[in-house]
């Protein structure tokens, strides 16, 4: 995002910096279910109490709990490591 744009919209980088995150995180799940030929359908299905809209707005980056990624993440055989700065 512009500086520019980044003062206009009052963003701040820390808001930058967390929705990079979310991509890293949606793109390791898109590559995971794109390796186990896993759709979106298929995904939620599987997924007590998470629909297709959930998948696909994670999938896109855009906000979601983390119990809603934990439930993802261990269905696809993947975990989320958190560590220091």
């Known amino acids: 995002m ?9 963003v701040s980088e820390e808001f930058d910096r967390l929705d990079e995150q979310k991509l890293i995180i949606s ?10 030929e ?21 999938l ?6 983390i119990t809603t990624i934990l439930k993802i993440l261990d269905y696809l055989e993947l975990e989320l490591y958190v560590k220091k700065k």
Do not use: F
């Open 60 to 65: 896109n980056g855009k906000n979601y709990n």
């Open 27 to 36: 793109s390791a799940i898109y590559e995971k279910m794109k390796e186990k």
């Open 38 to 58: 896993i759709s979106i359908r298929k995904l939620a299905k599987n997924i007590d109490g998470i629909g297709p809209a959930q998948i696909s707005r994670i």
């Open 2 to 10: 512009s500086e520019s744009l980044r003062e206009t919209l009052k």
